[in-house]
């Protein structure tokens, strides 16, 4: 059984910097792309970042790029998700998603199983 459990969520002042974490069981862990989308109350779940399962490759949503990095440990089944420049606008529950392939790696269909989130506050 597939299971993806976030961590490290809080709340932080804008500009400041956090990282989440999501570590993996019940998959072979560096054979899945891994995702991590965001989610306000009242909007659409977005993409935030996806790294292939050698890590060769990242992808990132316009409104991070520059400002988040996505990584994994493979020995520890566990990817990152390091946030700086934070801004109130990036407040969200946080989701790390797990693919076993990945063709459009900003549609949240096409990750076949997903964490229960973790909440990321931005204050002004």
């Known amino acids: 059984q597939v299971q993806l459990v976030e961590s490290g969520g809080g709340l932080v002042q804008a500009g400041g910097s956090l990282r989440v974490s999501c570590a993996a069981s019940?998959?072979?862990?560096?054979?899945?792309?891994m995702g991590w989308f965001r989610q306000a109350p009242g909007t659409e779940r977005e993409f935030v970042a996806a790294?292939?399962?050698?890590?060769?490759?990242?992808y990132y949503g316009n409104s991070v790029k520059g400002r988040f990095t996505i990584s994994r440990d493979n020995a520890k089944n566990t990817v990152y998700l390091q946030m700086n420049s934070l801004r109130p606008e990036d407040t969200a529950t946080y989701y790390c998603?797990?693919?076993?392939?990945?063709?459009?790696?900003?549609?949240?269909?096409?990750?076949?199983?997903w964490g229960q989130g973790t909440q990321v506050t931005v204050s002004s």
């Open positions: 998603a797990a693919a076993r392939a990945l063709s459009k790696e900003h549609d949240d269909r096409a990750y076949d199983c």
């Open positions: 019940g998959l072979t862990f560096s054979t899945y792309y």
């Open positions: 790294i292939s399962g050698s890590g060769s490759y990242t």
